[in-house]
């Protein structure tokens, strides 16, 4: 799985995007934190190298244009979205 949030607080329209990915199976997880251009392309490159199975993100963190096109990308990911007062 991994989780997803977004701020509007990078330079030049891009955001900062915070990443963790766990694989439960063999208990690791990796933690990632950078600022991605407005065409997601960081994230979209993570995502595809990192093949997850289900994306839980806040609600407000990316648009249905974005999950779009991660979806994409990743035809058979699943998106799980939480309120932000549960983030």
């Known amino acids: 799985a991994a989780r997803t949030s977004a701020s509007p607080s990078g330079s030049s329209g891009s955001r900062i995007f915070s990443v963790t990915f766990c694989d439960l199976s063999l208990l690791e997880s990796f933690v990632a934190h950078f600022e991605d251009d407005k ?12 093949s997850p199975k289900e994306v839980v993100f806040c609600a407000s963190s990316l648009s249905q244009k974005e999950r779009n096109r991660i979806k994409n990308v990743l035809p058979d990911l699943i998106f799980s979205s939480i309120d932000q007062k549960a983030w």
Do not use: F, H, K, P
Request: charged letters at 15%; zero cysteines.
């Open 39 to 50: 065409d997601l392309s960081m994230l979209l490159n993570v995502l595809e190298v990192v």
